[in-house]
């Protein structure tokens, strides 16, 4: 069976950081991308960032490039998002997914191209 757990959310101030994981197990990294979503209440869920560990590709949404680093331990099937900067409007449920990964096809974040999700780890930012 395909899992992904994340794990590292919490409640942090404006400008704070938090370090976001998730341990994958039952697909290899070799075939996959491995994306975070985030979903705040009353909005959609939007791609945030996307790693593909085989080749090490990376991709950010606008409006965190700059503040969050996506990155993976190959050796530990982990991959993290490290968070910097906090915003209030960064606040939300943050989903990690994987989607099968071509390097001629490249990463993409569309939710519709990502197969497994995990359950969600909660990110609040106080102002």
């Known amino acids: 069976d395909v899992q992904l757990v994340e794990s590292g959310g919490g409640l942090v101030q404006t400008g704070g950081s938090l370090r976001l994981s998730c341990v994958v197990s039952g697909l290899s990294f070799d075939r996959y991308a491995i994306g975070w979503f985030r979903e705040a209440p009353g909005k959609d869920r939007e791609g945030v960032s996307s790693?593909?560990?085989?080749?090490?590709?990376?991709m950010y949404a606008e409006s965190v490039k700059g503040r969050f680093t996506i990155s993976s331990d190959n050796a530990k099937n982990t991959v993290y998002l490290l968070m910097s900067n906090l915003k209030p409007e960064d606040t939300a449920t943050y989903y990690c997914?994987?989607?099968?990964?071509?390097?001629?096809?490249?990463?993409?974040?569309?939710?519709?191209?990502?197969?497994?999700w995990g359950r969600g780890t909660q990110v609040t930012v106080s102002s």
């Open positions: 997914t994987a989607a099968s990964y071509l390097p001629s096809r490249g990463l993409e974040l569309k939710q519709l191209a990502y197969w497994y």
């Open positions: 790693i593909a560990p085989t080749d090490g590709a990376t």
